[in-house]
């Protein structure tokens, strides 16, 4: 093909030396994860799952990727976080420590505030109650103000992505 592609043996020697440092510590758990697009879809089940591990090893490739015989050489997981390509796997990778760290309790200062643990509407408001642009006002929903949380939740759910 027209691109760059990584040759196998430089990959391999670093992923020998993270897993090999990860190897000395007790209690550990690693996962090894290769970016690719025909990985499985990254999903928030995902991100929940690999919480689990102590260590997780990013093979992050740029232009067109790495030799295929990498995934060959260890246990990897070859993983996609959309259907659409980018020029490297670096930023799939702090897409992923985003959504698995956040997971982890004192990571976020309120546990509840995991979306997905909670009902989530996906407009949010703040203060002042109206807010003035362009001569027209913009107001919070009235159930919002009311301080009656089932009401609250039931609204939530039903304006979700509106």
């Not at 043996?9 to 670093?14: D, E, G, L, S």
């Not at 510590?25 to 928030?44: A, E, L, Y």
């Not at 689990?52 to 740029?62: P, Q, T």
Request: glycine share 10%; proline share 4%; with cysteine.
């Amino acid at each position: 093909g027209p691109g760059m592609v990584m040759e196998a043996m430089p990959v391999v020697r670093a992923v020998e030396k993270a897993v090999k440092t990860i190897s000395r510590r007790k209690g550990n758990r690693m996962k090894i994860v290769f970016f690719g697009p025909s990985g499985k879809q990254f999903t928030n089940a995902k991100a929940e799952s690999l919480k689990k591990y102590s260590d997780v090893i990013f093979i992050c490739g740029r232009y067109e990727g790495i030799d295929a015989r990498v995934k060959k050489m260890f246990r990897v997981e070859e993983i996609s976080i959309g259907p659409y390509i980018l020029s490297g796997g670096e930023l799939p990778a702090m897409v992923m420590i985003e959504a698995i760290s956040r997971r982890i309790k004192g990571v976020i200062g309120d546990y509840k505030s995991i979306e997905e643990k909670r009902v989530a509407g996906s407009n949010v408001y703040t203060r002042p109650e109206v807010v003035e642009f362009k001569g027209k006002k913009y107001k919070v929903p009235k159930i919002l103000l009311s301080g009656h949380h089932g009401r609250i939740d039931t609204w939530k759910s039903a304006n979700k992505g509106k």
